[in-house]
Nanobody, 121 residues
């Protein structure tokens, strides 16, 4: 059984930094793209950043220049370094990964449980 577990959320003041981590575990054959999404209070879930297995990245306009995503393929882990945080970054952040479990031919999209990030003074 495959699961994603996030960590690193919390309360931070405006202008501060946080680093989120998301580790995939279980019977995994291959992980393709990994990424981060967020859901602000009362709003729909939105893309923050994605990273391919080769390291190519894509960012939402709101994240460009402030957030950096990276991954450690040996550890099946993806990271989101968030700098210059703003109150509007407050949201539940979700990890997502395109994973092919061992014994399966097709991949599926897996989600973490979410971690709360609150930016407030």
């Amino acid at each position: 059984q495959v699961q994603l577990v996030e960590s690193g959320g919390g309360l931070v003041q405006p202008g501060g930094s946080l680093r989120l981590s998301c580790a995939a575990s279980g019977s995994i054959f291959r992980i393709r793209a990994m990424g981060w999404y967020r859901q602000p209070p009362g709003k729909q879930r939105e893309l923050v950043a994605t990273i391919s297995s080769g390291g190519s990245t894509n960012y939402a306009d709101s994240a460009k220049g402030r957030f950096t995503t990276s991954r450690d393929n040996a550890k099946n882990t993806v990271y989101l370094q968030m700098n210059g945080l703003k109150p509007e970054d407050t949201a539940v952040y979700y990890c997502n990964a395109d994973i092919t479990p061992r014994g399966y031919y097709l991949s599926s999209s897996y989600w973490g449980q979410g971690t709360q990030v609150t930016v407030s003074s």
